[in-house]
């Protein structure tokens, strides 16, 4: 029943109306993800889609596989993924059984609702983009935490800006037509992290269209300081190592400042002594001058995000916001640390 109303909807006529219904699948690599795993899959499953097949690489040390397979279904297929393996041959390994026209990624942690799902395939099949790709927002028991709640400020003052023409793609929210992804050579399996970046790039030289849509999936934020450092540190380091593979100059340019404001603002601040006639002072200044610049910006993120969801923040946000912009400074230092060292450059 619940079906029958779903379809005499104007977004499922839409998206029935143009290209009839294409197959699905959903790609899910789920390591050391237990906790989550479980309501990820329930959430898929209650997605309303004719021709659906959901995919799960599953594994860890957790019991990951073994909790997947509790919510095997003539639609949901899991497949255990061994150490080693990486996220990208995990997903070439799902891709091999995928029979999707369309191919949809979500990570292990990250629950999808109906309309983001359909917001995301709309444009594939009405023949308008290649791919899609969407935002991240946290779970509901989360959100309103520091850490993951400055960097969804963040991230969601940053959508509200962005254009149609997406230059890369949200690994854990996106979808690409089947044809464009083996078209461009599928998976980097040799990449043990930035897939998605470097999948965009290959997508975008090919001349596929990759589209933006401002909808989110709810995924994990760090909750703790290292995680915080280390996550913000990959991102980092892979726009900057996939940007140099590809010589790709926007990318490099606008990596650099993002690199660089760690040490610009931090490394006058912390030097405590005079170093001869260098005018440390005046360097001093310009420093808390941009970091002055900065927090007024990242105050700004959050009140638009207080505005934007209707719900009132944590006071203690605002109390804290300056020390989760060092945090935030600090970790762009982790990844220039990190680029300097080969063995630390693509971890995870």
Avoid at 15 to 31: D, F, K, M, R
Avoid at 49 to 67: H, K, R, S, Y
Avoid at 182 to 201: C, K, T
């Amino acid at each position: 029943m619940a079906y029958s109303v779903w379809c005499a909807t104007s977004t499922a006529r839409m998206l029935y109306g143009v290209n009839g219904s294409p197959a699905i699948t959903i790609l899910v690599p789920a390591w050391c993800e237990r906790r989550l795993i479980g309501r990820s899959l329930a959430a898929l499953r209650a997605l309303r889609w004719p021709d659906l097949q959901i995919l799960v690489a599953a594994g860890g040390d957790d019991g990951t596989f073994a909790e997947a397979c509790r919510h095997v279904d003539k639609r949901i297929t899991v497949i255990e993924q061994h150490p080693g393996q990486g996220r990208q041959r995990a997903l070439r390994m799902l891709l091999t059984h995928a029979r999707g026209e369309i191919i949809y990624f979500l990570d292990g942690d990250s629950f999808l609702t109906q309309e983001t799902f359909e917001a995301l395939v709309a444009p594939l099949i009405a023949g308008t983009a290649a791919a899609t790709t969407g935002t991240y927002r946290p779970h509901s028991e989360e959100w309103c935490k520091p850490l993951p709640l400055y960097s969804w400020s963040i991230e969601h003052a940053f959508s509200r800006q962005r254009k149609p023409d997406s230059p890369g793609l949200l690994g854990g929210n996106c979808a690409v037509l089947r044809s464009a992804l083996l078209a461009v050579g599928g998976f980097a399996p040799e990449l043990p992290s930035g897939g998605d970046l470097d999948l965009a790039l290959r997508l975008r030289a090919h001349g596929f269209h990759i589209r933006f849509i401002n909808t989110a999936a709810m995924s994990t934020y760090p909750r703790t300081v290292p995680h915080f450092l280390r996550r913000n540190s990959r991102w980092l380091r892979n726009d900057w190592r996939i940007g140099l593979r590809y010589r790709d100059c926007a990318l490099i340019l606008r990596t650099l400042p993002r690199l660089l404001l760690g040490p610009v603002i931090l490394g006058p601040l912390l030097i405590p002594i005079k170093i001869g006639n260098f005018p440390i002072r005046q360097i001093r200044q310009v420093a808390l001058f941009l970091l002055g610049v900065l927090l007024e910006r990242r105050y700004r993120d959050l009140i638009a995000l207080h505005r934007d969801i209707g719900v009132t923040l944590p006071k203690r946000q605002y109390i804290l916001l300056p020390l989760l912009l060092l945090l935030d400074l600090c970790s762009r230092i982790c990844a220039i640390y990190d680029l300097c060292l080969p063995s630390r450059r693509a971890r995870w």
